[in-house]
T-cell receptor, first 113, second 113 residues
Framework: DAGVIQSPRHEVTEMGQEVTLRCKPI?????LFWYRQTMMRGLELLIY????????DSGMPEDRFSAKMPNASFSTLKIQPSEPRDSAVYFC???????????FGPGTRLTVL | GESVGLHLPTLSVQEGDNSIINCAYS??????FIWYKQESGKGPQFIID?????DKRQGQRVTVLLNKTVKHLSLQIAATQPGDSAVYFC????????????FGKGTRLHILP
């Protein structure tokens, strides 16, 4: 079975540019999570969806960040405009429910210059 | 200047010895606990979980112990191997159905040759 798929795996962009990260959850999973991991803050939950509906976005740092889940098999995390402090590894994870085991993708390493 | 990163506790273990990684959780109402392993450059990977109605669960070379009285969780790895070198996260979930899984800060396991 394919696990969680994320693209791109690496992204280097310049400050001010728009960045879109993509995620395909495991088929049959109803919950999808976006995390950010940095040396300074560790693993932070940004937002999670249940049945394609955003449930909790309290971890989204500011209005520059937005996430969508148009269908059960696809989600995006967008940063516009990007800033150097957004540099991090962004993980997508999916699970059968919000409180069930989460399966993580390989992550997208974002570098904003 | 030098950036200050998240200080992770580090456990150094001789190859072949048993490892014990400890975790204190915060919510006495948590009823589901998970251990994840994160190798360098990869996303966190599920290892083993335990529900609050149990105090011990065994997997392949791993055992999780739960002490609800003192809100303590441990992961025991038998006959530690070089491939066990990683950061280990404990995670907890509250007792309500829609509660999120909350991740701890992580412990780095370093294997000595």
């Amino acid at each position: 079975d394919a696990g969680v798929i994320q693209s791109p795996r690496h992204e280097v962009t310049e400050m001010g540019q728009e960045v879109t990260l993509r995620c395909k959850p495991i088929s049959g999973h109803n919950s999808l999570f976006w995390y950010r991991q940095t040396m300074m803050r560790g693993l932070e939950l940004l937002i999670y969806f249940n049945n394609n509906v955003p449930i909790d976005d309290s971890g989204m740092p500011e209005d520059r960040f937005s996430a969508k889940m148009p269908n059960a098999s696809f989600s995006t995390l967008k940063i516009q405009p990007s800033e150097p402090r957004d540099s991090a590894v962004y993980f997508c994870a999916s699970g059968r429910g919000a409180g069930d085991t989460q399966y993580f993708g390989p992550g997208t390493r974002l570098t904003v210059l | 200047g030098e950036s200050v990163g998240l200080h992770l506790p580090t456990l150094s273990v001789q190859e072949g010895d048993n490892s014990i990684i400890n975790c204190a959780y915060s919510n006495s109402a948590s009823d589901y606990f998970i251990w994840y392993k994160q190798e360098s450059g990869k996303g966190p990977q599920f290892i083993i979980d335990i529900r609050s109605n149990m105090d011990k669960r065994q997997g392949q070379r791993v055992t999780v112990l739960l002490n609800k009285t003192v809100k303590h969780l441990s992961l025991q790895i038998a006959a530690t191997q070089p491939g066990d070198s990683a950061v280990y996260f404990c995670a907890e979930k509250g007792g309500n159905r829609d509660d999120k899984i909350i991740f701890g800060k992580g412990t780095r396991l370093h294997i000595l040759p």
